[in-house]
């Protein structure tokens, strides 16, 4: 049987090369809608991408872009050398793929007809759709083949001091943080920093993190053997009360966006922090893991630019705000531990690659990233927006919104009477993917009312809007 | 005054399609010997590439990469927008730049000065010459390119699944390493694969290192707090009676070549090795850093596949035998070790960029890899045959070569009376940089003769010939 083609003609997207929407987007944007009101078929072929750029007088770039997008979003599938077609769609209701069903495709075929059009609420997933993909190719490319031998070898211990330098400019313009860029030392992941970060520290001092937390972060604390306290967590951070009443001296603080609950350190507290950090001559790490996208109130200026003796290490990552897979965190260091550093840790060989430490520098120094991020917050504005509407337009009381200024996720308190696994799972059964704030806990009691933590970065505004709907079903509210 | 521009008649290589030889090999062979034999006058500016890619009816692409061989060796230079100049070089001994003057081109003036025409003896160096960089360059797009939005993001905590399949095929066919993907993880270099194995095998056991041995090793396991026994080593590597002496039950050893002494381990001792652990049921952490490197007898199979308890934990990298810049190392585990590593430290993120390793997946599959490791073993077998015949023809009785059968180093016990500083500080006068081995010891002591690494991977062989003459009349041995 032959394959139908879709014919040229009914590929007539209308392409205006002055708008500021990007060709290939309008391209996309005019595919995806065919496929949606099914004027294209499924399991049709799309046109080559020769074909189609000759027949719109564009360029095959364009197009090959087009298609990846539609690709990556589960609207077609690549048959290699034999081209790309229309997926194929079960369920009127479920018109995607996340990427998460993509990595899944591997494994078994059950476990795969289960996972395919779940929505998946989780807080790690970033939106990929608008990652600058070309521009980020481009640059890639650039680095690859730029006259600089450097990509070869393995460079400096901190990290290549041009890259260092456009960060320094990034945190002191955005985030109020001062510091040089022989300040900065960058790593593969927020993880490795910090096991560093105990190697640097190290044992004499005594930890806090706060309680609920990331778990991450508690996991290497505890790996790296160190004594380490749970203190609480109030409407306004960590509890300044019960870290006096520690004998604690280094704290482990999310002030921009706390992880789990999300509310944002007022200056009081942060200044009450910096306080008590002077008294026992310690140590605030300040995770400023997702500061970049913040939707209400003016943004707070890290705990780092109000610090004058030098006792705060500020770290960040690429890995929300860009994309995880270059794996690029930072640390921001206080003199006296740089020093420490220099003397002890420079052993300690980089663990991030050449390439995408010359790529993202290019990225950065030519204002791709404030563009990106400037983008990425009017996109997870909306998505938050709707993500709270949804919630207030469709369910009861029994729920309360947690931590809705910033970052990527909310928390949802659910006082139906149903636990935190039986939330879990009947969610599941409906094949929307809801997450445990119980991890989070040093200890967990079961007699609380449970948070159920709703990430929304990842999905769309359509399946934000029908995940909520079918979790209202899944729950009774 | 305008530059002079290298007439285009005077740029008329003899290239010879048929050869094996490739094009850009033999355009810059042919510029290289015109700079050297100054046909080719410093200064003068090299023709366009697309002007000389017309004129000689190659492509662009091939004059890049001659280029850009050109500039890593230090022949040429690039300035931005005006094109490649030839270099003035001031000393006539001295016709070559390393990668570390290169790197150290941003510092200071007087110090940029001092390095610029030394020859580095570095063990840490390989030869980036060889590096196919127009395949890698080109895998790099294909992966870049690929309709796989997988590259976006995170992925798997032990590494992308088809390249865990080509690590473990080659580890098989080229080491006798007996595993199955599940049992690989991947990360961005030997240091943190050791900080995650500290984590997993824990501190219950006792650990053994080499005396000497390799210090970076020695440094993760001292910071992560473990209970460190060295150990001496003999002419077949580490002593077992020492070793059933300590309390250790986990042992780190480099069987292959001894870091530093490059002894191989034989099978005798490799027996008694692997019987003491199965006796102490603890570990052997096998690092097999460049046994992809042999000039002398078989090659002797891992320990690994020696091991039919399942003792052996092995780590190799690519940093030796491809490239340091892409941060890749893995660790094979046992079974039991695996399922471990499954319950506790799959909350660690992968550190490895997912762009390299898809790259790296391609390279390995499409037989790149293979091909890539038997050039680099004649290349360095050359070298390595240079190194010892240069010692034999310039240096007296006074010296003694240690560890001559494999890897990219040996050692140089030096028995003119001077101390190993003395040593260091006379070839540093006359621009050699030389390393001591008395780092690699738990406790050094000065009494014994003085041993000198002397790595010669990234050096060309005319560098080590002079190194060693060189070096010859500052110990006047």
């Not at 604690?248 to 789990?260: D, I």
């Amino acid at each position: 049987m032959l394959t139908e083609v879709i014919k040229m003609l009914e590929l007539m997207p209308i392409l205006d090369n002055t708008k500021n929407t990007p060709l290939y987007v309008q391209l996309y944007e005019y595919i995806k809608q065919g496929i949606q009101n099914e004027t294209i078929k499924p399991g049709m072929k799309l046109p080559s991408k020769r074909k189609l750029a000759n027949h719109l007088g564009i360029s095959q770039n364009t197009i090959q872009t087009a298609y990846e997008q539609l690709c990556a979003e589960g609207y077609t599938e690549s048959n290699p050398r034999k081209g790309i077609f229309v997926i194929n769609m079960e369920e009127d209701l479920f018109h995607f793929s996340t990427i998460e069903t993509k990595l899944n495709k591997d494994k078994d075929k059950d476990k795969k007809k289960e996972l395919e059009y779940i929505i998946d609420f989780n807080s790690g997933k970033i939106d990929l759709d608008y990652f600058p993909y070309s521009t980020w190719r481009k640059l890639t490319t650039q680095s690859l083949f730029s006259e600089n031998s450097n990509l070869l070898s393995l460079g400096e211990p901190q990290g290549e001091k041009h890259l260092l330098e456009e960060i320094s400019k990034y945190l002191f313009e955005s985030r109020g943080v001062h510091c040089s860029a022989d300040q900065i030392v960058i790593g593969a992941g927020t993880q490795f920093l910090l096991i560093l970060l105990c190697m640097l520290i190290g044992k004499d001092y005594r930890y806090a993190i706060e309680n609920p937390g990331f778990h991450r972060a508690r996991n290497v604390f505890k790996d790296q053997g160190m004594d380490i306290q749970p203190i609480s967590v109030d409407k306004d951070g960590i509890c300044i009360e019960e870290l006096k009443k520690s004998s604690a001296n280094v704290v482990y603080v999310t002030p921009s966006h706390q992880f789990p609950y999300g509310m944002v350190m007022p200056i009081s507290r942060r200044m009450d922090l910096l306080k008590w950090c002077t008294e026992r001559d310690g140590f605030i790490i300040e995770d400023d893991y997702d500061s970049e996208f913040r939707y209400k109130g003016k943004p707070i200026p890290s705990l780092q630019g109000l610090d004058i003796i030098g006792n705060v290490i500020y770290m960040g990552t690429f890995s929300k705000s860009l994309i995880p897979s270059i794996r690029i965190s930072y640390l921001v260091l206080p003199l006296t531990l740089m020093k420490k550093y220099k003397e002890h840790l420079k052993v300690y060989k980089q663990t991030v690659s050449q390439l995408h430490q010359d790529t993202l520098y290019r990225f950065m120094n030519e204002g791709h990233w404030s563009r990106h991020l400037n983008k990425m917050r009017t996109v997870y504005r909306k998505k938050h927006k709707t993500l709270l509407s949804s919630i207030n337009k469709y369910m009861d009381e029994n729920v309360e919104i947690i931590g809705d200024n910033s970052g990527l996720h909310i928390l949802l308190k659910v006082k139906n009477g149903m636990s935190e696994k039986d939330l879990i799972t009947a969610a599941l059964k409906m094949k929307v993917k809801v997450y445990p704030t119980s991890i989070y806990y040093d200890k967990y009691e079961n007699n609380r009312f449970p948070c159920i933590m709703l990430g929304f970065g990842g999905l769309t505004e359509i399946q934000i809007e029908e995940g909520i709907k079918i979790l209202k079903n899944a729950w009774s509210i």
